[in-house]
């Protein structure tokens, strides 16, 4: 089943392609086809060209500098754009225009509104999540940042983990408790606060792509203003979730039109190795080429829903475990394919790990690298399991888990480690 898109819809495309060509070199040959130290430089003026087009926040309102898309229209850019091997948003936009931005629509007075959509649009505050904690992860409800009133600032004290995109981002949202006698999904709040203080230490972590995207991030009598909370104070766990619901469900709309450009660089790694003829694997990319299909029609049903006005709800963990199931399998193919070639992979390596990269070229380092990455696509944004559980309860209307946290919850914030109790070096970038 192939969708038609209305009249007005085509005409939308002929203008993205104006767009285009307009803005790319008349030899554009993809982001692949650039030398690796050129690309970063060019998509740092790229997300200029987006932002001073508008194209940055496709569907939040004008008003606030974004282009007041349908969801549709985002369907078309980002099918054009992933052909013409081009980004729709680089680095800390995932944070920026993918989860905070969204959120604070929901959720955000007309002041927070005001000040914060525009300067994520422009890239002046980048973005990253400040939620999981050492010792909450799945169990998120259970952190132990403390955030307390000051006057007029709160001030936070604990540690987050785990915070992608934490050494680029200049802002961070931050889930922290501050009624330690509530119950423990009751006394959170959702703040937002600029890293570039004192009282906020960020510390990498490399992960085994080799990369350092993660970091640990200590709060240590860190202040954001009063009015920086996002919805009521002790009820930042409605916002947290509806966060949730972007980061899981958020991109199911376009991320087959990337993982089936992906798909066709496997096939063609295939067939350059003679493997394409194997049955077996022939076999395998027939299924893989099934999952991005249902991907696509998953794709198609948020986009039904998204059209008729719907934000992602628990639903958006079907697509959370379909994406990234179907990623690990995929990959693992793709290894499986190159054979002994991935013991000592040649080439350039993806840009990053996470997703599917633009800039890819299909070598073997690059196919590599993503494999690897491709582990930690069923850990963030809540692991599988945790998906299943949010299905059999929220959706399914299963019996709910048994719980014994509905007394107060309080947790000692925890510091920055010292040398004695810091993780072991090798674990640390
Ligand atoms: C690449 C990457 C990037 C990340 N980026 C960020 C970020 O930017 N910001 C951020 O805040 N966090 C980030 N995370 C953290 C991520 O959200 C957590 O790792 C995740 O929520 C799991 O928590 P945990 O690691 O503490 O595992 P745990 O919660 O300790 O889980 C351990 C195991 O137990 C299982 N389990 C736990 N509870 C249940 C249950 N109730 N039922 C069944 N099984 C259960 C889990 O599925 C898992 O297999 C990132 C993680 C990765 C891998």
């Known amino acids: 089943m192939n969708p038609t898109y209305s009249p007005e819809a085509e005409a939308y495309r002929q203008t993205v392609r104006r767009f285009l060509a307009n803005k790319l070199p008349a030899d554009w040959k993809g982001l692949s086809a650039m030398a690796p130290d050129e690309r970063q430089e060019w998509l740092r003026q790229w997300r200029q060209v987006l932002a001073d087009a508008g194209l940055i926040a496709l569907s939040w309102p004008k008003e606030y500098g974004g282009a007041g898309l349908s969801q549709l229209e985002q369907v078309i850019l980002a099918e054009e754009f992933t052909n013409a091997g081009v980004p729709t948003a680089v680095a800390n936009d995932n944070f920026g225009t993918g989860m905070v ?5 929901v959720w955000g007075t007309e002041e927070q509104k005001s000040y914060f959509l525009p300067r994520i649009i ?29 006057g007029d600032e709160w001030v936070i004290n604990g540690q987050k983990i785990w915070t992608s995109a934490a050494r ?16 423990k999904h009751k006394g959170i709040t959702f703040l937002l606060v600029p890293m570039d203080q004192p009282g906020v230490e960020v510390r990498p972590i490399r992960e085994m792509t080799g990369e350092a995207l993660f970091n640990e991030v200590f709060f240590s009598d ?38 089936r450009r992906e798909l066709e660089r496997i096939i063609d790694a295939a067939r350059q190795r003679g493997k394409a003829a194997d ?16 991907l696509r029609y998953l794709g198609m049903r948020s986009l ?10 628990p639903e958006a963990s079907v697509f959370k475990l379909a994406w990234s199931q179907y990623h690990q399998r995929v990959t693992e193919l793709a290894v499986d394919i190159l054979g002994m070639e ?29 494999f ?19 299905l059999g309860e929220r959706v399914l209307g299963l019996p709910r888990e048994p719980r014994s946290d509905d007394g107060p919850w309080s947790r000692t914030p925890r510091q920055p480690a010292t040398e004695a109790t810091a993780a072991p070096a090798g674990a640390r970038a």
């Open 101 to 105: 931005g969204p959120t604070i629509i």
């Open 222 to 259: 860190a202040r954001t203003a009063r009015a920086n909370v996002v919805g009521e104070v002790n009820q930042g766990w409605t916002v947290a979730n509806t966060l949730l619901g972007f980061e899981r469900g958020g991109r199911a709309t376009i991320m087959h039109i990337a993982y």
């Open 279 to 294: 049955p077996l694997i022939r076999q395998r990319l027939a299924a893989a080429h099934t999952d991005v299909e249902i």
């Open 304 to 313: 039904t829903r998204a059209l008729a006005g719907e934000r992602p709800g």
């Open 342 to 370: 991935a013991a000592a992979p040649s080439g350039e390596r993806a840009m990053s790990s996470i997703g599917v990269d633009q800039s890819d070229t299909g070598s073997p380092a690059a196919l590599v690298t993503t």
């Open 122 to 150: 422009s890239g002046e505050h980048r973005w990253c999540q400040g939620y999981s904690e050492p010792e909450a992860g799945s169990d998120l409800a259970g952190l132990g940042t403390r955030a307390v009133l000051d």
């Open 372 to 390: 690897l990455g491709a582990r930690a696509g069923t850990i963030y944004a809540g692991t599988s399991q945790v998906q299943r559980n949010i």
């Open 168 to 183: 680029t981002a200049n802002w961070i949202f931050v889930l922290a408790r501050t009624d330690p006698d509530a119950p």
